[in-house]
C-alpha cells in the first residue's frame, strides 16, 4: 500500500538557520499538507497546496515559511531562520482528488538549539 | 472559526469493557469528520470517517449534528486499542483539518 515518505526522521539546527523538509506524497495525490505538532499539544494545520499554488495557509504560516514543490515527487517545507519555538513534529499529508481523508507521513522531528 | 474538542486527555479501560471517546465540534457549515489514530512511534492512521459509516477494528462512530458530536464507539476493548486518538474535522476542498487535542486511551490487561 502506498504511504506517504519524509525526510529526514531528526533534524537538528541551530537557531537563525535554515532547514528544508522533505516529503513524498502518495503518487497519485493532488492535494498536499504540512502540520506541526509542538510537544504535549495538539496537530496544527500550516499549510495546503494543490495545483501548484498555496490554497490556505494558517496564522503559523508566516514569511518564514515557504513550501515548493519542486519536481513531480517532492513536497518541501522550509523555515529560513529557525526560531526556538519552531521545535516540533512537522507531517507532511497528502489526499486524493475523490476522496476526503487525508494521508499522513511518520513527520520530521526538528530541534532547534 | 471552527473548534474539535476531546474533553478527555487520558481514558484508562479494561480489556473486554466498552470504550468511547468523546469528540464535540464547532462549525457553522457541513463538516466532514474523521478519527485518527497513533501507536506508539507510529504516523497518524485513518480509522474512520463519517461519510462512510463504516467499523474499522470493531470502532464506528456516528455524526449526530444535533448535539454536534462524533464520538468514537468500541463494544469490546482490546489490549491492542492502547493508542492516542484524534478526531478532526475538515472543511472540504484543500482546507486543512482542525484537529483536536488528541486522547490517549490505555486498556489494562
Known amino acids: 500500500e502506498p504511504e506517504v515518505t519524509q525526510t529526514p526522521s531528526h533534524q537538528v539546527t541551530q537557531m537563525g538557520q535554515e532547514v528544508i523538509l522533505r516529503c513524498v506524497p502518495i503518487?497519485?495525490?493532488?492535494?498536499f499538507y504540512w502540520y506541526r505538532q509542538i510537544l504535549g499539544q495538539k496537530v496544527e494545520f500550516l499549510v495546503s497546496?494543490?495545483?501548484?499554488?498555496?490554497?490556505?495557509k494558517s496564522e503559523i504560516f508566516d514569511d518564514q515559511f515557504s513550501v515548493e514543490r519542486p519536481d513531480g515527487s517532492n513536497f518541501t517545507l522550509k523555515i529560513r531562520s529557525t526560531k526556538l519555538e519552531d521545535s516540533a513534529m512537522y507531517f507532511c499529508?497528502?489526499?486524493?482528488?475523490?476522496?476526503?481523508?487525508?494521508?499522513f507521513g511518520p513527520g520530521t522531528r526538528l530541534t532547534v538549539t | 472559526a471552527q473548534r474539535v474538542t476531546q474533553p478527555e486527555k487520558l481514558l484508562s479501560v479494561f480489556k473486554g469493557a466498552p470504550v468511547e471517546l468523546k469528540c464535540n465540534y464547532s462549525?457553522?457549515?457541513?463538516?466532514?469528520l474523521f478519527w485518527y489514530v497513533q501507536y506508539s512511534r507510529q504516523r497518524l492512521q485513518l480509522l474512520l470517517r463519517?461519510?462512510s459509516r463504516e467499523s474499522i477494528k470493531g470502532f464506528t462512530a456516528d455524526l449526530n449534528k444535533g448535539e454536534t458530536s462524533f464520538h468514537l464507539k468500541k463494544p469490546f476493548a482490546q489490549e491492542e486499542d492502547s493508542a492516542m486518538y484524534y478526531c478532526?474535522?475538515?472543511?472540504?476542498?484543500?482546507?486543512?483539518?482542525?484537529f483536536g487535542k488528541g486522547t490517549h486511551l490505555i486498556i489494562q490487561p
Open positions: 499529508a497528502s489526499r486524493g482528488v475523490s476522496r476526503y481523508e487525508q494521508y
Open positions: 503518487s497519485n495525490h493532488l492535494y
Open positions: 497546496f494543490y495545483n501548484n499554488e498555496i490554497s490556505e
Open positions: 462549525y457553522s457549515g457541513s463538516p466532514e
Open positions: 463519517h461519510i
Open positions: 478532526a474535522l475538515g472543511r472540504g476542498g484543500a482546507d486543512g483539518l482542525t
